[in-house]
Every structure is written in C-alpha cells, then in structure tokens.
C-alpha cells in the first residue's frame, strides 16, 4: 500500500464548478501537506501548502486536513479551464527529508 | 529569477550508455531531490541530498549515482542506461526539510 492515495480520474467538470480533489495518507505522524498542479510537459507547482489539521484558503482553492481520517482535500471554486491540469496530493515524510506523493488526478474544466 | 533549471529538456540515449542529466538552482537551497515520474507510478524519489557533499537514497536509487560538490548543482547519473530507466526526470529544491519542492521542467529521457 502507498503511504499517499489519490483517485487518479480522470474528472471532468463545466466551468463554474465546484471541484473536489482527495487523497488519504496511512501514517499518522505525518504533519506537513502539499497540493501541487501540473500542467502537461511541466514541473509540478505549489498551489497550497498546510500544516497539521484544518482549513487554508487562498483565493478559488482551500486545502483542507483531517488529521482523525487521515484525508487531505483540495476544492477548486468557480473552476475555470485554465485549472485543467493534474492536481498531485503529498505528505513530507515521517523523517522530514522527502515529499511522499500520490499518483495525481487529471482535471478536465470544460467551457 | 532564474530558479531552477534542468538539462537537457530531452534525451535519447541506447541501452549500456552512461548519461547525466544536470540540475541547478539559484536559490542557496539546502536539499535537493530527483524524482522520476512514469504512468502509473507517480513521482517516486531516487535520491536527496540536504547539503554539499550529503547524499541519501529514496524510494527508488538503483542504477542512478548523484553527486553534490557545490549547493547550486545536483547532477544525475545513470551509469549504464536501461530501457527501465525511459522517464521524466525532475529535479527540485527546497529551503528545508519541511518547506515546499520547487521543480524544475523536467528531462525526458527516452533509453531505446
């Protein structure tokens, strides 16, 4: 079992959606949580950056931790095509020297 | 602002060859990590470093030697490519252990 889970998708949406990608992790001592976005034949980007539990929001996007349920979320609003991409869900590590991954969920916004 | 940038953008090398992807930023980061990422798998670590002349293994390390004399360069190599090894190869940094990756854009290195 991968220590990150993450739906791969694809999903689809129209512009204006609400879109919520998630992912579950297996080890409790994680504590740091990172949502990245790629686009095709590009770098992964930061797009939020959490640590321990509750809510972060910056602009269209809140990252969401609950730590009880092990489960990271990430919600899109007034989704836009240009948020077409794969959202990639990661943890650091338990000894804080590496980002532990999911495999990434491909987001379609169509107009 | 350069950041971070990896060479060469693409590779096409055969089987038994030795090839080395470059990988420098312009931050002072403290570690620097490669990553190969493939269908199916994800972004999985191969190796990290956390200062000059500090390396470690990941996830992934066989077949691949890294080296860091200077904190701005972390170079890649694959000492007798395989066809296991056709990937997209990045490179990233951070300030920490704990801060975000920057990445760059990757190699994608084809091994025919």
């Known amino acids: 079992q991968k220590e990150v889970e993450q739906d791969p998708g694809p999903l689809s949406v129209p512009e204006g959606a609400i879109v919520s990608l998630n992912c579950t992790y297996s080890?409790?001592?994680?504590?740091?949580f990172m949502w990245y976005r790629q686009y095709s034949r590009k770098g992964p980007e930061l797009l939020m950056y959490t640590y321990s539990s509750g809510n972060k929001e910056d602009g269209r996007f809140t990252a969401q931790v609950d730590k009880s349920s092990k489960y990271i979320s990430l919600f899109i609003r007034d989704s836009q095509p240009s948020d077409s991409a794969t959202y990639l869900c990661a943890a650091v590590n338990e000894a804080g020297t590496a980002l532990i991954f999911g495999k990434g969920t491909t987001l379609s916004v169509s107009s | 602002d350069a950041g971070i940038t990896q060479s060469p953008r693409y590779k096409i090398t055969e089987t038994g060859r030795q090839v080395t992807l470059m990988c420098h930023q312009t931050w002072s980061h403290s570690y620097m990590f490669w990553y190969r990422q493939d269908l199916g798998h994800g972004l999985r670590l191969i190796y990290y470093?956390?200062?000059?002349?500090?390396?470690d293994k990941g996830e992934v390390p066989d077949g691949y030697v890294v080296s860091r004399s200077k904190t701005e360069n972390f170079p890649l190599t694959l000492e007798s490519a395989t066809r296991s090894q056709t990937s997209v190869y990045f490179c990233?940094?951070?300030?920490?252990?704990?801060?975000?990756?920057?990445f760059g854009n990757g190699t994608r290195l084809t091994v025919t």
């Open positions: 470093s956390a200062a000059a002349d500090i390396t």
């Open positions: 080890n409790s001592a994680f504590q740091y």
């Open positions: 990233a940094s951070s300030r920490d252990r704990n801060s975000p990756l920057h």
